[in-house]
Each structure stands twice: as structure tokens, then as C-alpha cells.
């Protein structure tokens, strides 16, 4: 009866994931030079995955702000909610298990 409610959530998780990879690929081409944000299609797509991910990033920025130093323009948000996401998944599928 709750395997619903984990897919949806478990979905909705991955999505995230893959938006974050998506940020992190889009934001590489573009200061690379390899991909033109002048591009409707580009621009569309990085615009997409800033709006699905820059809610997180925030905080998890304004935190590493206040404990550590300044990295060299190295933004470490992505790898930490990447982190925070998969370790979320774990625990929702222990979760379901143990509600079985």
C-alpha cells in the first residue's frame, strides 16, 4: 500500500539528481566555451536546471560561507546536495523495508 508513495518520492529524487548533473554539465560547456548561452535551446535548458536546483544550493552555499574559506571560485554545493539526495534515498528505501 505505501510502494506509491516511495516511487513518487524515490522519482522525484532521481529527478532532482539528474537536474543537478544536468547544472553541473551545462554550467562546464558554458565556461568551457564548448556550449553558447546565446543559444535559445542552451539558454532553455540551463535556465530549467538552475530553477530546479538553485533552492538547494543556497543554503548548502551560504553554510560552506561560513566554515570554510574561500575555495577558488570551486563551488562544492552540488557535490554536497548530491550527497544529502542519495543518502535520502538510502534512508527512504531502509524506511520502506522496515514499514513492510
Do not use: E, K
Not at 522525484?12 to 565556461?31: G, Q, T
Amino acid at each position: 500500500m505505501l510502494y506509491p508513495i516511495y516511487w513518487f518520492i524515490d522519482s522525484l529524487l532521481l529527478f532532482f539528481i539528474l537536474a543537478i548533473f544536468v547544472r553541473v554539465l551545462m554550467s562546464w560547456l558554458i565556461n568551457f566555451d564548448v556550449a553558447d548561452r546565446g543559444n535559445p535551446a542552451i539558454r532553455a535548458i540551463d535556465d530549467a536546471s538552475v530553477g530546479l536546483t538553485d533552492w538547494a544550493f543556497r543554503p548548502v552555499r551560504r553554510m560552506l560561507q561560513r566554515f570554510l574559506p574561500d575555495l577558488g571560485g570551486v563551488d562544492v554545493a552540488p557535490l554536497i546536495v548530491l550527497l544529502l539526495a542519495f543518502v535520502t534515498r538510502m534512508y527512504l528505501a531502509q524506511i520502506f523495508i522496515h514499514l513492510q
